[in-house]
């Protein structure tokens, strides 16, 4: 899939499988400007993150904590944003202080590279953002259920088991253009 974000990471283009491009809002709610405003710290990019988790409504049926919310937000602002090196550094230095976040050190992403990650475990899944071990670019997530958990849904109920991955992506490619549909 190709996706398309705009540099202020406040909107979103995607090819609608007919190849139109279909541009809707979209973002974590928080941007890389945000992030970048001074002074640029750990402790500060967590507290504008956590304010920027805490105006968003969950998604309907995330029952999950706000820690893995916060992680979750970090990796899409990684993933979809251009950020000053300082704003990636105090991200990194942010992460261990969000609790049940750990450092993995063999991750695999789901082009199968290797990475260390920042893993998250909650109740009822573990969520990795998997870094290049050397450049400490972004390459990509996995996450997967820790427990076995019912969901009840308008379809019926469904049980996911433990063990079952939810996740798994790899960016192959990130570059700037100047509208949605170039490629670098």
């Given at each position: 899939?190709?996706?398309?974000?705009?540099?202020?990471?406040?909107?979103?283009?995607?090819?609608?499988?007919?190849?139109?491009?279909?541009?809707?809002?979209?973002?974590?709610?928080?941007?890389?400007?945000?992030?970048?405003?001074?002074?640029?710290?750990?402790?500060?990019?967590?507290?504008?993150?956590?304010?920027?988790?805490?105006?968003?409504?969950?998604?309907?049926?995330?029952?999950?904590?706000?820690?893995?919310?916060?992680?979750?937000?970090?990796?899409?602002?990684?993933?979809?944003?251009?950020?000053?090196?300082?704003?990636?550094?105090?991200?990194?230095?942010?992460?261990?202080?969000?609790?049940?976040?750990?450092?993995?050190?063999?991750?695999?992403?789901?082009?199968?590279?290797?990475?260390?990650?920042?893993?998250?475990?909650?109740?009822?899944?573990?969520?990795?953002?998997?870094?290049n071990p050397e450049e400490y670019t972004y390459l990509?997530?996995?996450?997967?259920?820790?427990?076995?958990?019912?969901?009840?849904?308008?379809?019926?109920?469904?049980?996911?088991?433990?063990?079952?991955?939810?996740?798994?992506?790899?960016?192959?490619?990130?570059?700037?253009?100047?509208?949605?549909?170039?490629?670098?």
């Amino acid at each position: 899939m190709e996706l398309w974000n705009s540099v202020d990471g406040r909107q979103t283009a995607l090819d609608d499988g007919k190849g139109r491009l279909v541009i809707h809002e979209a973002g974590p709610g928080v941007t890389a400007a945000d992030l970048a405003e001074a002074p640029v710290t750990p402790e500060r990019v967590l507290a504008r993150i956590k304010a920027a988790v805490a105006e968003t409504p969950a998604p309907p049926g995330d029952d999950g904590p706000d820690e893995q919310r916060i992680v979750e937000t970090i990796s899409r602002v990684m993933n979809e944003q251009a950020l000053e090196p300082g704003v990636r550094a105090a991200l990194f230095r942010a992460l261990p202080m969000i609790e049940g976040v750990s450092v993995k050190q063999d991750a695999v992403d789901a082009a199968g590279r290797h990475g260390v990650a920042f893993a998250y475990t909650g109740r009822w899944e573990r969520f990795e953002i998997i870094l290049n071990p050397e450049e400490y670019t972004y390459l990509g997530t996995y996450g997967e259920t820790v427990a076995t958990r019912t969901y009840t849904t308008p379809a019926g109920t469904r049980e996911v088991k433990a063990g079952t991955p939810v996740v798994w992506t790899a960016r192959l490619r990130a570059g700037i253009v100047d509208k949605p549909g170039e490629r670098p």
